[in-house]
């Protein structure tokens, strides 16, 4: 397990957040630190993606009350691009096609944004060609990719085999991927796997949000957390995922019940 | 949401290029009538047969009616209230640039189009239009080596008037429309380019034009002509200062391309645009059309339009040889209370004719945003072609686009496809970009690049780079 003394890098506290006008998270409440991989899983519905966006800062979503902080600073007034540039990294589960802008420029313009706040030099084209290769073999990808659209005509593998180059050229502190491992063959889902275990350093950490087991066969998470209605319900190691996976999510209700009933 | 509005408070940019030059302007007296014709033809020193083209001109300009069809509403032109000739004062046959006004040379090096030996751009000639005269043309020496004549259409008209009788008018007759005869009876100044037979022209020629005057219509005239076997890429910038009045600009442009010719006419258009309200700003009034005239010629229009109050243009082709291709790209970015009416006209005569066309609109503000094309295969137009793609995108909820493809087809034989879409700029894709640590700003310009990508690729490498700035420029500002 991790040491009690290590540096906290999450912490969300009692979150509330809607969407027009309907609350979606009635509650939240969740702490990682550094080196920590979490896993949360649900069912559809449960919240999950919204969590990932309101962390993200998704201009869609409010905050009705509650707190995020990161690194013990409040970051609910920051921009997305803002907290993408503290180390913020948001996996998606539906990348976005973006026609017409050329997935090399794209990612130099957002690797060099992140560098800046590091105080590091910006890159050039050349320089930065060095280090996309050198990243693309974390995920196994064609250089091809680069010269194409961003995510345009991409099949679904590719799209998240995009985002963890995108997470390798960040380095982020955090990151959250919603569901990187639905629609990936099991070839696409080892490679996603193994990228995202390369990447994670003791002082980052990774929550995954998923619906399956097997994504936690290839990373072990250091807790499970199930959401329900807009709330983590339960949290345990990963014997819990490994439980859910087994009896389905009606064990999990029926467990609530059972607690809810003992009150 | 808020998005909306702070994209469109980006889209809004204060205008770079409006201060006025401080320079002793000679001008004729307000008003138009037949003698104001021949004291412009008197003081530009001209032969007889252009006094009677003007003349013709303007007596058939009298019989028409401005036209109304485009459903643009603008206050109307006083005619009588404009200045057709203005000038800089200075020796007006200046042998060389150090004897040009320094002040002319700075004003054009603020625009960013350095004319002076040392710091002029390496691989463009350039024509420098300054109201209602050409102040310098770089370059000429190297060209003349090659037998390319690049000048001032006044020097044409004194140098070379056999060309100029034998063309001027011919694409674009004196009564073609009412703008059209207005520019071919008072037209000051513009640019000339004839490329001989089997040349291809070694550098990119490139016309700027800047209206300084407030009161001063422009009606500048260009006519390229390029000779059979022959090809040049051309390139037109234009600005304007900062009036609450509007100034009319009516220009006329002429392309000729003879047997497997092939000419390349690109425009950067950024006049004045008018303020938020829509006070002040350019009239852009303008007749473009190239014929192919010979077999296997091609015209390619490409325009990057950002400015004017009003943006009223077809760059049109005839393609009335064989096998001969026209083209069209076009980027519209209109804002605030501009409108933009443009588009293109393929004439297929010829047979197995080509043509091309790509739009992007892209409206902000309370503007306005029209694609207006013709396609019309004539009968003899065996095996024609036609690909028309017109896109349009939204940035905010006052803003509209349409777009009116006309199809006229006398010929079974030819096929003709026409793709449209509308689009808004999407929050998603804002936000992926954002969530990766690019600004607001840097991503709503980014979307609209990749938006125009299409036409950014047809255009001449530097003048790509200026075009994306450009968009981006009026894109910029502060994030609310």
Known sequence: MISSTSETILSIENLHA??????????????????????????????????SKVIAGHPSYKI??????FKGKNILELEPEERARIGIFLGFQYPVEIPGVSNLEFLRVATNSRRKELLKSELDTFQFED????????????????????????????????????????????????????????????????????????????????????????????????????????????????????????????????????? | MTQSNTVEEIVSQPY???????????????????????????????????????????????????PDWSGLTYSKVDYQDLVYFAAPKQDIKKKSLDEVDPKLLETFEKLGI??????????????????????????????AEHGVIFCSISEAISEYPDLIEKYMG????????????????????????YIPKGVECPMELSSYFRINSGDTGQFERTLIIAEESSSVSYLEGCTAPMFDTNTLHAAVVELVALDNASIKYSTVQNWYAGNEEG????????????????????????????GSAITWKYPSCVLQGDNSIGEFYSIALTNNCQKADTGTKM??????????????????????????????????????????QCDSMLIGDKASANTYPYIQSKQPQSNIEHEASTCRISEDQLFYLQSRGIDFEESVSMLVSGFCSDVFNELPMEFASEADKLLALKLEGSVG
């Open chain 2, 170 to 193: 011919t694409v674009v007759p004196i009564n073609d429309n009412f703008f059209a005869a207005l520019n071919s009876a008072v037209f000051s100044d513009g640019s000339f380019v």
């Open chain 1, 64 to 69: 009705e009350s509650g707190s995020i902080q």
């Open chain 1, 18 to 51: 809607s969407v027009e006008d309907q609350e979606i998270l009635h509650g939240v409440n969740l702490v990682v630190k550094e080196g920590e991989i979490h896993a949360i899983m649900g069912r559809n519905g449960s919240g999950k993606s919204t969590l």
């Open chain 1, 131 to 263: 280090l996309v290769k050198d990243r693309l073999k974390i995920v196994e990808m064609n250089p091809a990719f680069l010269e194409r659209s961003v995510n345009e005509g991409f099949s679904g593998g590719e799209k998240k085999r995009n985002e963890i180059l995108q997470m390798a050229l960040l380095e982020p502190i955090i990151s959250i991927l919603d569901e990187t491992d639905s629609g990936l063959d099991i070839d696409a889902l080892r490679i996603v796997a193994s990228g995202i275990n390369r990447l994670s350093q003791p002082n980052s950490a990774t929550i995954l949000i998923t619906h399956y087991q097997r994504l936690l066969n290839e990373i072990t998470p250091d807790f499970v957390h199930i959401m329900a209605d807009g709330k983590i319900i339960k949290t345990g190691n990963k014997e819990l995922a490994i439980d859910l996976e087994k009896s389905g999510y009606d064990f999990i209700d029926k467990n609530t019940k059972e607690k809810e009933r003992a009150k």
């Open chain 2, 114 to 143: 350095p004319l002076s030996e040392q710091k002029r751009l390496s691989n463009v000639a350039v024509d420098a239009v300054f109201d209602s005269v050409s102040i310098a043309t770089t370059y000429k020496e190297k060209l």
């Open chain 2, 16 to 66: 770079k290029y409006g201060f006025i030059t401080e320079i002793e302007t000679e001008k004729i007296p307000k008003g138009l009538n037949e003698d104001v014709i021949r004291l412009i033809s008197t003081k530009k020193n001209e032969p007889e047969f252009l006094l009677k083209f003007r003349l013709r001109a303007y007596e058939q300009w009298l019989k028409m009616k401005e």
């Open chain 2, 347 to 388: 004439i297929h005569i010829g047979k197995n004719t080509k043509s091309k066309i790509v739009s992007k609109g892209i409206s902000a503000g309370q503007s306005k945003n029209s694609y207006r094309g013709l396609v019309s295969i004539s009968p003899n137009a065996e095996g024609a072609r036609n690909y028309s």
């Open chain 2, 279 to 306: 006070v002040g700003g350019i009239y852009n009034f303008v007749t473009k059309r190239g014929e192919c005239r010979g077999k296997k010629s091609k015209i390619s229009w490409s325009q990057v339009e950002t």
